[in-house]
Each structure stands twice: as structure tokens, then as C-alpha cells.
């Protein structure tokens, strides 16, 4: 089968790989519909995440047609439509039985990076590295998922493929942001980033009853979606005045709740942005938390932070003076889809949420290297590169 393989720092190839087997009981075959790029991805990309191996299938939201069930199977059947988290969960460990599912006990069976890196590791995902376990990724005809039973969810009639594929990742990853950020009725809510995760954050805190939403970000197209779909506020960073406009929009204090969707390769105009650039390149620091610290900078006292944005590694000038004088609550996390997506499809199929819009470019798989350059380079508006193997 055709698969979309990373071959080398920003080199990825159309390849043809054999096609998965069911190995385990609750495993399925997946015959991938849609699979769409991530942010994420892009750290993978620039070789940001270590534990990347030549010939790994990329892909890690997505959603199909069950074609293969192992014996052990209960819930899930062939023929099924489902959508699948991106995140693996075993459904029975204490993470998983605590709905904190992205941090499975059982589903990584490379723990060792995480444990040196991060003191304990993460739980599996597709197509993420060596990292979350080496699974081969959905940019594939066909992909192997383990613990179908607990990770994939049947899709409602009437919600599109399109519309669909997001309730992998993106619209759980912006839930949680504003869930465990603590969004409550009536609260100001400020988001970094206007990508699909920076978007979905936005229209979940709308919501969960914040009163206002403003979403940060420079890309014109992405800041009218935003405007035009979402119904959020927006806010063009390079003009250089987050801070003093935040404060103007909040009446002075500042956001209650500052939800981070940017990730390791932030950019600004910003000075810690020059600083950042150059002990990366130096390997003195692995991440550039920019949006990150003007985060931290622009809540208001006593508010919270949520960091959806993806870091690996370590960070310097962190404001740990602001989060400890301001008694902010700093939280993050890589996505707990599995208690969300049940209901997120349900709020897809009601109108709620809007997702097709993220699907800027949809193409064959075989034109994913030329999805991903225009991805990355944000060309033509592109929001989402999605491919249809
Ligand atoms: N926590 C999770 O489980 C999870 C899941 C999915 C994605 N992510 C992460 O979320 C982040 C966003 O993902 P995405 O798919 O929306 O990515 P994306 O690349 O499409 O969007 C990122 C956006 O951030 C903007 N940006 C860059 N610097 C900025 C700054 N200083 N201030 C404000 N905006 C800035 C960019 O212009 C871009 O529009 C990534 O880091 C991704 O890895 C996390
Ligand atoms: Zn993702
Ligand atoms: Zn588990």
C-alpha cells in the first residue's frame, strides 16, 4: 500500500509499505478515509521530537471504515465508520479509568525516551515517533489501531467525512484547553494561535459561556475564519501591542483564562524571539516558548494558563516570577480525546461546532509532500492539509 513516510529532516516521500496486520485481540484495520496534517506534525518534520526513524508513516488524525476485527473485539464491528483518536487508551489502566487517557500506562511500549525526557512517559499515538511508541501513522491506506474498542467512535449520520476527521484531534485537543483551563460563564478568554486547535479552543470556550473570546494570531485568512465561523474577536500580533490591546479589551486586568495553541515553533517580533532562535540553533534550549511567556504575561492575576502547544524539551527565560506573583494556575497537556469525542460529534452533527472549514486543501495522498510544504508555509490559506489515500 501507498504510505507518506519521513525520510529525513523536512524530507517526506510517497512510498509503497506493506499493509498492516491485526497482531493483538483488540486490534483493527482501519481503511483510512481521510488524514489530515497536524501542527504537531510539523515539529516531526523539522526534527524537533527526538525519536524519529527513517521510513516512519506520519499521520496521526483521521477517520475510516473498519475493515479487520481482531478476536477480541466487542464493541466495534467491520463496516463501521468511525473517527479515531488520535491518543491511544487501554481503557483500563488508572490513567485511562481517570479520563486522563493520553497518558496511558499501556499503550507505549517505548516508555524509556519519555522516561529520561520528561521523568515519566506519555501514552501511545499514531504516526508520533519513537517517542509515543513508534506506531505507524494514519497517512496510509490502511492503518492498524490498537484498543479499537475504546478509540474509535462511530461517526453520526450527517456529519461529513470532512467534517468528521477533525473530532480526531484538533476539536478535542481546543475542548480540553478550555475544559481544564478552567473556562467558566462570563470569563474572558484570550487563545494564541488560529490554527484548527487554536480555532477549536476559541468556539469551545464560547461554549462553556465565556463572554468573550479573542484570538491571536497574524495570518489574515486564518484571523477570518476565525471572525467569519467561529464568531470569536481577533487580534493581529504583529502590530507588537498584545499585551496593552489585551488589557484595553479586558477592562485593564487582563484575560481570565490564556489558552496557549502555538507550540514549539512560535514566531514573533518580539526580542525573546531572537534570543530564542539563536540558543536553539546553538543547542542551548530546545524550544521557543514565546507565545508561552506572553501568555503567562498577559493573564490576569489569579487567572490560568493552558498550554495545548507541543514542547519536547526545555525552555529558558520562563516566567515563573509572573506565574508565582500573579497566583496563576498553569496547566497543560497532550489531549484526553476519548471523553470528549462522543460529544464533540454530537455537537458537530448539532451545528455547534464548525470544523469543514479547517479543510483548506484536500488532496490524494500521493500530493501529501507538496499538502505538508504548503502547510507549513501556510501558501494559499492552508489551514489543513487533508489527503484521501
Ligand atoms: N496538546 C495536544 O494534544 C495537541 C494536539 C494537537 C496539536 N497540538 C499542538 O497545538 C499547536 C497548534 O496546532 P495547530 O495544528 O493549530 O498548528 P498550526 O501550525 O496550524 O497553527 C499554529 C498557529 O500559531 C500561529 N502563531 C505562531 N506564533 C504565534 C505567536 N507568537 N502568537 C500567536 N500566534 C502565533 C501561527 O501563525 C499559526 O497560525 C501545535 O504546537 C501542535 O503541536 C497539541
Ligand atoms: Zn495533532
Ligand atoms: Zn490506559
Request: charged share 20%; aromatic share 6%.
Given at each position: 500500500?501507498?504510505?507518506?513516510?519521513?525520510?529525513?529532516?523536512?524530507?517526506?516521500?510517497?512510498?509503497?509499505?506493506?499493509?498492516?496486520?491485526?497482531?493483538?485481540?483488540?486490534?483493527?484495520?482501519?481503511?483510512?478515509?481521510?488524514?489530515?496534517?497536524?501542527?504537531?506534525?510539523?515539529?516531526?518534520?523539522?526534527?524537533?521530537?527526538?525519536?524519529?526513524?527513517?521510513?516512519?508513516?506520519?499521520?496521526?488524525?483521521?477517520?475510516?471504515?473498519?475493515?479487520?476485527?481482531?478476536?477480541?473485539?466487542?464493541?466495534?464491528?467491520?463496516?463501521?465508520?468511525?473517527?479515531?483518536?488520535?491518543?491511544?487508551?487501554?481503557?483500563?489502566?488508572?490513567?485511562?479509568?481517570?479520563?486522563?487517557?493520553?497518558?496511558?500506562?499501556?499503550?507505549?511500549?517505548?516508555?524509556?525516551?519519555?522516561?529520561?525526557?520528561?521523568?515519566?512517559?506519555?501514552?501511545?499515538?499514531?504516526?508520533?515517533?519513537?517517542?509515543?511508541?513508534?506506531?505507524?501513522?494514519?497517512?496510509?491506506?490502511?492503518?492498524?489501531?490498537?484498543?479499537?474498542?475504546?478509540?474509535?467512535f462511530l461517526i453520526p449520520d450527517g456529519v461529513t467525512d470532512e467534517q468528521a476527521v477533525f473530532a480526531s484531534d484538533a476539536v478535542p485537543t481546543?475542548?480540553?484547553?478550555?475544559?481544564?483551563?478552567?473556562?467558566?460563564?462570563?470569563?474572558?478568554?484570550?487563545?494564541?494561535?488560529?490554527?484548527?486547535?487554536?480555532?477549536?479552543?476559541?468556539?469551545?470556550?464560547?461554549?462553556?459561556?465565556?463572554?468573550?473570546?479573542?484570538?491571536?494570531?497574524?495570518?489574515?485568512?486564518?484571523?477570518?475564519?476565525?471572525?467569519?465561523?467561529?464568531?470569536?474577536?481577533?487580534?493581529?500580533?504583529?502590530?507588537?501591542?498584545?499585551?496593552?490591546?489585551?488589557?484595553?479589551?479586558?477592562?485593564?486586568?487582563?484575560?481570565?483564562?490564556?489558552?496557549?495553541?502555538?507550540?514549539?515553533?512560535?514566531?514573533?517580533?518580539?526580542?525573546?524571539?531572537?534570543?530564542?532562535?539563536?540558543?536553539?540553533?546553538?543547542?542551548?534550549?530546545?524550544?521557543?516558548?514565546?507565545?508561552?511567556?506572553?501568555?503567562?504575561?498577559?493573564?490576569?492575576?489569579?487567572?490560568?494558563?493552558?498550554?495545548?502547544?507541543?514542547?519536547?524539551?526545555?525552555?529558558?527565560?520562563?516566567?515563573?516570577?509572573?506565574?508565582?506573583?500573579?497566583?496563576?494556575?498553569?496547566?497543560?497537556?497532550?489531549?484526553?480525546?476519548h471523553r470528549y469525542i462522543p460529544m464533540l460529534l454530537e455537537r458537530i452533527a448539532a451545528g455547534e461546532i464548525e470544523t469543514g472549514h479547517l479543510?483548506?486543501?484536500?488532496?490524494?495522498?500521493?500530493?501529501?509532500?507538496?499538502?505538508?510544504?504548503?502547510?507549513?508555509?501556510?501558501?494559499?490559506?492552508?489551514?489543513?492539509?487533508?489527503?484521501?489515500?
Amino acid at each position: 500500500m501507498k504510505a507518506l513516510c519521513w525520510t529525513g529532516i523536512n524530507k517526506l516521500t510517497v512510498e509503497n509499505v506493506d499493509e498492516p496486520t491485526i497482531l493483538n485481540p483488540s486490534d483493527a484495520i482501519v481503511k483510512v478515509t481521510l488524514s489530515a496534517s497536524c501542527g504537531s506534525d510539523l515539529h516531526l518534520l523539522g526534527g524537533y521530537v527526538p525519536g524519529m526513524r527513517a521510513g516512519d508513516i506520519l499521520g496521526h488524525e483521521f477517520m475510516g471504515e473498519i475493515v479487520a476485527v481482531g478476536s477480541g473485539v466487542q464493541q466495534r464491528q467491520v463496516g463501521d465508520r468511525v473517527v479515531v483518536c488520535s491518543f491511544l487508551s487501554c481503557g483500563s489502566c488508572w490513567y485511562c479509568l481517570n479520563d486522563l487517557t493520553s497518558l496511558c500506562d499501556n499503550t507505549n511500549p517505548h516508555p524509556g525516551l519519555g522516561e529520561g525526557l520528561f521523568g515519566a512517559s506519555t501514552g501511545g499515538c499514531f504516526g508520533y515517533s519513537q517517542i509515543t511508541g513508534g506506531f505507524a501513522g494514519s497517512h496510509a491506506e490502511y492503518i492498524r489501531v490498537p484498543h479499537i474498542d475504546t478509540g474509535a467512535f462511530l461517526i453520526p449520520d450527517g456529519v461529513t467525512d470532512e467534517q468528521a476527521v477533525f473530532a480526531s484531534d484538533a476539536v478535542p485537543t481546543g475542548w480540553m484547553g478550555a475544559d481544564l483551563g478552567g473556562v467558566k460563564p462570563g470569563d474572558v478568554v484570550a487563545v494564541w494561535g488560529a490554527g484548527g486547535v487554536g480555532q477549536m479552543a476559541a468556539r469551545a470556550a464560547m461554549l462553556l459561556g465565556a463572554e468573550k473570546v479573542i484570538v491571536i494570531d497574524r495570518l489574515p485568512e486564518r484571523l477570518e475564519q476565525v471572525r467569519t465561523v467561529i464568531g470569536a474577536e481577533t487580534l493581529d500580533y504583529s502590530d507588537g501591542h498584545v499585551m496593552a490591546e489585551l488589557r484595553e479589551r479586558t477592562g485593564g486586568r487582563g484575560p481570565d483564562v490564556a489558552i496557549e495553541a502555538v507550540g514549539m515553533e512560535a514566531h514573533s517580533e518580539r526580542p525573546d524571539y531572537l534570543y530564542d532562535k539563536v540558543k536553539t540553533a546553538l543547542k542551548l534550549e530546545t524550544d521557543r516558548p514565546t507565545a508561552v511567556r506572553e501568555a503567562i504575561m498577559a493573564a490576569r492575576k489569579g487567572g490560568s494558563v493552558f498550554v495545548l502547544g507541543v514542547f519536547g524539551g526545555f525552555v529558558d527565560k520562563f516566567p515563573l516570577g509572573a506565574v508565582m506573583n500573579k497566583g496563576l494556575t498553569l496547566r497543560s497537556g497532550q489531549q484526553h480525546g476519548h471523553r470528549y469525542i462522543p460529544m464533540l460529534l454530537e455537537r458537530i452533527a448539532a451545528g455547534e461546532i464548525e470544523t469543514g472549514h479547517l479543510a483548506t486543501h484536500v488532496m490524494p495522498l500521493a500530493e501529501a509532500p507538496r499538502g505538508y510544504e504548503m502547510f507549513k508555509t501556510k501558501e494559499d490559506g492552508c489551514v489543513r492539509a487533508v489527503f484521501r489515500p
